[in-house]
């Protein structure tokens, strides 16, 4: 059973950090594509970052969080991380991690609340 389990959300003053965890189990996470996604109320999902597979991924990020938040795994504790710094209002959302190796073999977190305000 693949499970991806989400923690380290909570309140945050603006200009604050949080370091968001996601602890995979039942896949050789190695092998997968991991990532971040964030949804707000009213809004689609969208992505946050994500890194390709293996130890040395490559990054990409969302326009809105370059410079600001930084994606990272450690494929011995098969746990991606999220650090996020400077957060602003307009980052606080349900934020997902997901892990993805194929159409079909695409898994997602329950999500964590991220929430920032003064």
């Known amino acids: 059973q693949v499970q991806l389990v989400e923690s380290g959300g909570g309140l945050v003053q603006p200009g604050g950090s949080l370091r968001l965890s996601c602890a995979a189990s039942g896949i050789l996470f190695r092998k997968y594509a991991v990532g971040w996604y964030r949804q707000a109320p009213g809004n689609e999902r969208e992505l946050v970052a994500i890194?390709?597979?293996?130890?040395?991924?490559?990054?990409n990020y969302a326009e809105s969080v370059k410079g600001r938040f930084t994606i990272s795994r450690d494929n011995a504790k098969s746990t991606v991380y999220l650090q996020m710094n400077s957060l602003k209002p307009e980052d606080t959302a349900v934020y997902y991690c997901n892990a993805r190796a194929g159409h079909a073999d695409d898994y997602w977190g329950q999500g964590t609340q991220v929430t920032v305000s003064s």
């Open positions: 890194m390709t597979s293996g130890s040395g991924g490559s990054t």
